[in-house]
C-alpha cells in the first residue's frame, strides 16, 4: 500500500502560481481511521486533509483524454469515483504530471494503467 499526503497548503485558490490538475476523487472521510478502513482494498492513493477530513485521490491528470482514460479504468474496477478540477500549487507534482500524462496517453491496457500508477506515488 503506497499513501501520500498532500498539505491544504498545495490545495489553494487560484492564484498566479496554480495550475489546473483533475483529481480522481475515491471518498472523504471523518477521520484518519475511517479512510484507513476504506482503503484497505486500493493499492496506491494519495489525500489531503482539509477542515478536518480526509480527501481520498486515486489519480491526477492535466489532460481531459488522460482523464477519461482513468475515469474508465477505475469504473471498470467498480469504483464510485468522482471528478474534481483542483488548482494545485505543488511544483514537485506539477512538474512530474507532463510525463506522467505522456505515459497514460501511449497506454491501452488497464494493466499498464494500473503500473503506471503504482509507480507516480514514488515521487
Given amino acids: 500500500l503506497v499513501t501520500k499526503s498532500i498539505t491544504k497548503d498545495y490545495i489553494?485558490?487560484?492564484s498566479t502560481n496554480s495550475e489546473?490538475?483533475?483529481f480522481i476523487q475515491y471518498g472523504v472521510f471523518s477521520s484518519y481511521e475511517s479512510m484507513m478502513n476504506n482503503t484497505e482494498?486500493?493499492?496506491s492513493?494519495?489525500?489531503s486533509i482539509i477542515e478536518d477530513k480526509y480527501y481520498?485521490?486515486?489519480g491526477f491528470t492535466q489532460n481531459e483524454k488522460c482523464l477519461e482514460k482513468l475515469k474508465?479504468?477505475?469504473k471498470d474496477l467498480k469504483y464510485n469515483i468522482y471528478s474534481k478540477e483542483?488548482?494545485?500549487n505543488n511544483q514537485k507534482?506539477?512538474?512530474i504530471i507532463p510525463t506522467y500524462d505522456a505515459l497514460l496517453l501511449n497506454v491501452t491496457s488497464n494493466e499498464s494503467i494500473k503500473y503506471i500508477l503504482k509507480h507516480i506515488y514514488d515521487i
Fill in 20 to 22: 489546473l490538475v483533475y
Fill in 45 to 47: 492513493y494519495i489525500y
Fill in 56 to 58: 481520498v485521490y486515486l
Fill in 41 to 43: 482494498t486500493i493499492e
Fill in 86 to 88: 483542483i488548482y494545485l
Fill in 93 to 95: 507534482l506539477l512538474d
Fill in 12 to 14: 489553494k485558490p487560484i
Fill in 72 to 74: 474508465g479504468y477505475f
